[in-house]
């Protein structure tokens, strides 16, 4: 089975059309929305959270719209990276601020994040502290790497960076997952650390790829130090990717072994299909 045959995967994409076209026609902004929301993305962070909510019992058309907020808070903090690194190009498609200027797509960012707010607002303390923690690791992550490049960046700084910048909005959306179907503190500590391990894996493939060269959908007039980079400096190629790859394993297998510790279910094995596609699927066949 393939993420976008998901009923989530499809619930999430209705819900998401649906949320812009009832803005008014006449808006600008809707049309912003409509670019930046519309251009594909697999909605992964999103479908954490509905699937973390069904592995814990709980109803997953009650998540629907805590869902939409973490896939808007998501799509506000691509429209502002984008304008920070000078993003050309995004899921093959111009950025925000390519296509309507830099002023608009500030406010475009700006607008996504209200209305994740709005969205995740009444779902309770548990869930909205943890929306908060993640929009804030996140733009502390953005600023690591914005400084990546202009001083010593080492292993620690780059694992600080993509564990606030990335993984943090993956551990929430699966932590707010386990908060709605009504868990404890430990339940939802667990699925955090899940999700934290998921997103740390991700991010490192997705800058190996990066590094090889194999992103062409994705474009930036700035690069940022990722791992590869901090070892090409003491490393042959050939040990570089052999280390990357090696701690993408670790971080898979750490995903996965606390995901086992949870009940089996239609949904716990969605979320190990996701952990694999978004990881080691992605990993290069021939190096």
Do not use: W
Not at 5 to 30: G, V, W
Not at 117 to 133: C, H, M, R
Not at 135 to 160: C, L, P, W
Not at 166 to 177: D, N, R
């Amino acid at each position: 089975m393939r993420v976008e045959d998901f009923d989530e995967y499809r619930q999430i994409n209705l819900a998401l059309t649906d949320l812009i076209q009832d803005m008014d026609d006449s808006s600008y902004m809707k049309k912003m929305l409509n670019h930046v929301c519309s251009s594909g993305g697999k909605k992964i962070r999103p479908l954490i959270l509905m699937l973390s909510t069904e592995v814990c019992g709980g109803d997953k058309d009650r998540s629907i719209d805590a869902a939409l907020a973490i896939e808007l808070i998501h799509s506000a903090s691509l429209v502002h990276d984008d304008l920070l690194d000078g993003g050309i190009l995004r899921r093959g498609m111009p950025s925000a601020h390519e296509k309507y200027g830099v002023a608009a797509a500030l406010l475009c960012g700006d607008f996504l994040i209200s209305k994740a707010t709005t969205l995740i607002s009444p779902y309770g303390n548990d869930a909205v502290s943890e929306f908060g923690s993640a929009g804030m690791h996140m733009a502390e992550g953005e600023t690591i790497d914005v400084r990546s490049v202009d001083e010593e960046f080492r292993q620690k700084n780059y694992f600080e960076c993509i564990n606030k910048k990335t993984a943090s909005l993956f551990a929430s959306s699966a932590a707010i997952g386990a908060y709605i179907a009504g868990c404890g503190k430990d339940e939802a500590l667990r699925f955090h650390a899940f999700g934290e391990n998921m997103g740390i894996a991700y991010q490192i493939v997705d800058d190996l790829l990066e590094f090889l060269e194999e992103l062409d959908d994705k474009k930036s007039t700035q690069e940022s130090v990722t791992l590869p980079h901090i070892y090409s400096r003491t490393m042959g190629r050939e040990e570089v990717l052999e280390m990357t790859i090696a701690e993408v394993h670790k971080y898979v297998g750490f995903a996965k072994e606390l995901l086992s510790t949870f009940r089996p279910c239609d949904a716990r094995e969605k979320l190990l299909l996701i952990t694999n596609h978004i990881t080691v699927d992605l990993l290069p066949k021939r190096i």
